[in-house]
């Protein structure tokens, strides 16, 4: 098994995503990603990084006052060390989230592990690349993220949700950040009644990473 994660940062904020949105953690973002989606906030990610030892990476996190632990990328399951980064998060108690761009196999995930899913709508240029395979694997408490950019992406959205029978899933929809209001996103939310939560990344809001 791989010892080592190549990693683009590691450090400590405000969960701005998710439902577990505005609780501390520390974040772990590999580099590398198969994907280039166009409205990507994270584009120094996608490539480069640093090798960094499971060991040297515990020691690092084990330094701040949380036990709860967000791998995002960059794609985190491209890495096969990943995996077995995540299972000695967990025999620390730690609670883990893995931010994932859809287009890989979540099945080897522990349960333990809450998944953040994006479904790459259309503006994305990426929606060709979902493995779609991935959305019976998803547990109760994992959670799929909807990245909106335009009602082309909301209607989009919609019929995913209707095909995939996903109504009573945690679905998120985020507006793209100066692309799509989300007072209007509101009030298309709000005229259809659809079980879905608003999602704004707090962590621009406040001005932090």
Request: glycine share 6%; proline share 3%.
């Amino acid at each position: 098994m791989q010892t080592t994660i190549k990693i683009s940062e590691i450090f400590y904020s405000i969960l701005g995503e998710s439902t577990c949105q505005g609780l501390p953690c520390v974040f772990i973002r590999v580099a590398g990603c198969n994907l280039r989606c166009s409205y990507c906030d994270t584009k120094y990610a996608q490539a480069g990084g640093k090798e960094y030892s499971i060991k040297k990476i515990l020691s690092i996190i084990s330094k701040y006052p949380v036990k709860t632990a967000e791998i995002t990328g960059g794609e985190p399951l491209l890495q096969k060390g990943v995996y077995k980064f995540i299972r000695e998060l967990i025999k620390r108690k730690y609670k883990v989230l893995v931010e994932t761009n859809g287009s890989a196999d979540i099945g080897k995930l522990p349960k333990e592990v809450i998944v953040i899913m994006d479904i790459k709508c259309p503006s994305s240029k990426m929606q060709n690349r979902m493995e779609w395979k991935n959305i019976k694997k998803l547990k109760v408490n994992d959670e799929m993220k909807f990245v909106l950019s335009n009602k082309k992406d909301y209607l989009w959205a919609k019929e995913v949700i209707r095909k995939y029978e996903l109504s009573g899933k945690k679905i998120l929809f985020s507006p793209v950040f100066g692309k799509l209001a989300p007072k209007t996103l509101s009030k298309w939310l709000l005229k259809d009644g659809l079980n879905a939560r608003i999602h704004l990344q707090m962590h621009k809001m406040i001005g932090i990473k």
